[in-house]
């Protein structure tokens, strides 16, 4: 019997609007009703981005997680505590900020529940701001902002620029921070060691299941580790061909609620609705 799902947001939960439909919604609810799934909304996105899914869901009442900053953090929904957090050393902030000034790419982060960036209508930053439901606040540099601790930069540009990008900051920075594409215009740098998958693990332990008790659903390049980690791996039918490699099972795209088919038929036991 699966206990815990662990869900990725945008192009799996969630629709080209960012909304979660009915049916995964109704779905998701019953889940935790009538099989006591606890769920994991883990996402690149920080944690105010997260926040108002969590109410949708209510996962304050039935037990579940945030998992934000692809793993940077984790909030107990019923407590409303962070329970794990990773951040950033700053030694490693001006080498960061070279390159993306360099490169021509945005360099994007998230405070006090804004999010801050250097050119606010940059169509990368704006998608970004769209994403969250977050409002932007640009600041003149980030050479002399930082002064808080930070999870997450998120680097966004044109994919032909991102590319190369994550191989030099890897060559430059690897050992020291994380660093991937959540999607082919978006690059995450994170403290070494976070992601998806790491923090999953962290989480199971903490509340006692295991790996074969979980589901993890997802679509991009960052939840690849969390869904070769789970115990029934599954990839939406948008997802990358590199995860769909990856995955035990290959449900319906986030617009045909796959979240919800997955649900349906491994927590609910019910038929699958075409």
């Known amino acids: 019997m699966y206990k815990v799902l662990a869900l990725d947001l945008d192009g799996t939960l969630t629709n080209s609007q960012k909304e979660i439909p009915a049916r995964n919604l109704r779905t998701l609810i019953r889940a935790q009703q009538e099989r006591g799934i606890r769920i994991v909304l883990a996402s690149g996105r920080p944690v105010q981005g997260i926040i108002p899914l969590a109410r949708q869901l209510r996962l304050h009442e039935f037990g579940g997680f945030i998992m934000a900053f692809n793993g940077g953090q984790i909030i107990d929904c019923q ?20 390159k993306t000034c360099r490169t021509g790419v945005q360099m994007i982060t998230y405070h006090n529940g804004h999010i801050y960036c250097e050119q606010a209508g940059n169509e990368y930053v704006q998608y970004a701001a769209f994403i969250n439901k977050m409002p932007l606040k640009q ?33 430059h920075l690897g050992g020291r921070v994380s660093v991937y594409r959540s999607e082919p215009f978006f690059l995450e740098i994170m403290p070494e060691s976070t992601n998806k998958a790491h923090a999953l693990d962290h989480l199971l332990r903490r509340i006692g299941a295991g790996t074969e008790e979980t589901i993890a659903c997802g679509d991009g390049f960052n939840d690849l580790c969390m869904i070769e980690f789970a115990g029934l791996g599954v990839a939406m039918g948008n997802a990358q061909d590199v995860v769909k490699r990856a995955a035990n099972l290959i449900v319906a ?22």
């Open 79 to 98: 407590t409303g505590k962070c329970i794990y957090r990773k951040d950033l050393h700053p030694n490693h902030y001006p080498l960061i900020f070279e």
């Open 139 to 171: 600041i003149e540099s980030f050479r002399t902002f930082f002064g808080f601790p930070i999870p997450k930069l998120l680097v966004a540009g044109h994919p032909s620029l991102i590319e190369p990008l994550e191989h030099e900051m890897a060559f």
């Open 253 to 274: 795209s986030n617009e045909a609620c796959g979240v919800a088919q997955v649900v349906e038929e491994y927590v609910l036991g019910a038929p699958l609705l075409h």
